[in-house]
């Protein structure tokens, strides 16, 4: 295991992406970086720019208005990155799946942009903080 | 010659770079205290390596429209002059009959260097969260580095015109800690608030302010020049709690159990550092700047008058 990649595990920066949500993971996504789950012992940290990113926390089933921003957003994210679907909605759309608006599922839209990207999910609707965390160790551990 | 040339610069890079890892260890206790405080565990004692080495591992990507080389250069420059300033702080605390007259001077120049080098750097971005923050870098700096080489003068004044570090430690040896006056202790707290700024630390952290500039200055940074930016600021973390030892508490003695004692002032300083770090919130620009040049300055004045009286 390289050098670069055990320092990737042990200190993913997120970045908190909202493409059409219903706010309820994002609120979950706040409330996980609260001192109460204390996610700074995995070394995660939020960061306010995607050029510092390392993970991309997704929630929300894409739709057209905000596809051309995520696929800009994703350019601007430094690569190695792994894109984190947060909630059923970017894992299966649910219940926006026939609507005129959606273009998602998250994987789909992700493949198009970059077709090696690294993509996690955490399903629940939404799910809690400790899922959260779990997921994200997990999906740091296959890399 | 050419051999002890080449010795002296092995030095100052052994020297640099021991710097770097006391600013590791450094960041790591901030860090921890920090975590202590709000009632959480914190990060291990890797967390700070592990940011940076993870960052060298990343792609470097240079925005559109940005000034290509002097984006990329900027932040290798505030590191050359950091670690030349760290170089020659402790150069002069382990072998303080080394060093040249004016050194102070040197150093003082040294340590904007990082600073200006992140304003350029930002403003060759072409990203209007980075001009944002560059325009209060710069404003932060005129703030602060006014009482700052105040309390400076009134060292130099109390030590009795030394421009060396060697002989300011060497006079605190004879003479007592320049910190037990009140002159000395007035200038403590007055280093004390612009390390604070200097370091972009809350409530000073104006530039950078994570939640309205999304990074401020560091806004385009990625990969290994923003690892290269957090080296700088590490370095920097070490490199201003020691010249406050240096300057006011007789600085580092490096003869067996002295050197725990020298750690031990250090880190009341660093922890001091991180206490106000925790309990202040964020000022905005103006406000900064207005306590830096009227209560700050008004202060720091009266500090090197009291030194003339010799309080």
Known sequence: MSLTRWALKKSPWVYHVALSPCNNCDIEILDLLTPRFDVERFGIKLVGSPRHADALLVSGSVNRHVLPRFIELYKQTAKPCVVFGIGSCALSMTMFRDSYNTVGPLDKVVKEIDPNAIIAYVPGCPPKPEAMILGVVKALQTL | ?311
């Open chain 2, 1 to 311: 010659m050419a051999v002890q040339g080449i010795l002296t610069v092995i030095k100052f890079v052994v020297i640099a770079i021991a710097i770097l890892v006391l600013g590791l260890i450094t960041s790591w206790i901030d860090r921890k205290v920090t975590a202590r405080i709000q009632a959480r565990v914190g990060p291990p004692w890797f967390q700070p390596i592990a940011d940076i080495l993870k960052l060298l591992g990343k792609e470097t990507l240079v925005p559109e429209g940005a000034g290509r080389n002097v984006f990329l250069y900027a932040p290798v420059i505030g590191l050359a002059g950091m670690a030349l300033a760290a170089a020659l702080l402790g150069n002069a605390l382990i072998s303080p009959e080394v060093g040249f007259v004016g050194d102070v001077v040197v150093l003082v120049y040294l340590l904007v260097i990082p600073a200006i080098a992140l304003i350029i750097g930002a403003s060759a971005s072409g990203n209007p969260m980075a001009a944002v923050g560059a325009s209060r870098e710069m404003k932060l700096i005129l703030g602060y580095e006014l009482p700052y080489l105040i309390v400076i003068a009134t060292v130099i004044y109390k030590t009795g015109f030394t421009l060396k570090l060697g002989d300011i430690v060497e006079t605190q040896a004879l003479d007592g800690w320049n910190l037990w006056s009140i002159s000395g202790v007035i200038g403590f707290f007055i280093l004390l608030l612009s390390a604070q700024a200097k370091l972009g630390l809350v409530p000073f952290d104006i530039p950078e302010a994570d939640q309205e500039l999304m990074g401020g200055v560091i806004t385009e940074y990625s990969g290994p020049p923003l690892a290269l930016i957090r080296i700088t600021k590490t370095m920097l973390l070490a490199v201003l709690p020691l010249l406050m030892v240096t300057l006011l508490m007789g600085g580092v003695q490096f003869e067996g159990l002295s050197i725990l004692w020298g750690f031990l002032k250090y880190l009341v300083i660093v922890v001091l550092i991180v206490l106000i770090r925790n309990t202040n919130p964020r000022v905005r620009i103006d406000q900064a700047l207005k306590f830096f040049w009227g209560p700050v300055t008004a202060l720091s004045i009266i500090a090197f008058i009291l030194a003339y009286w010799g309080l």
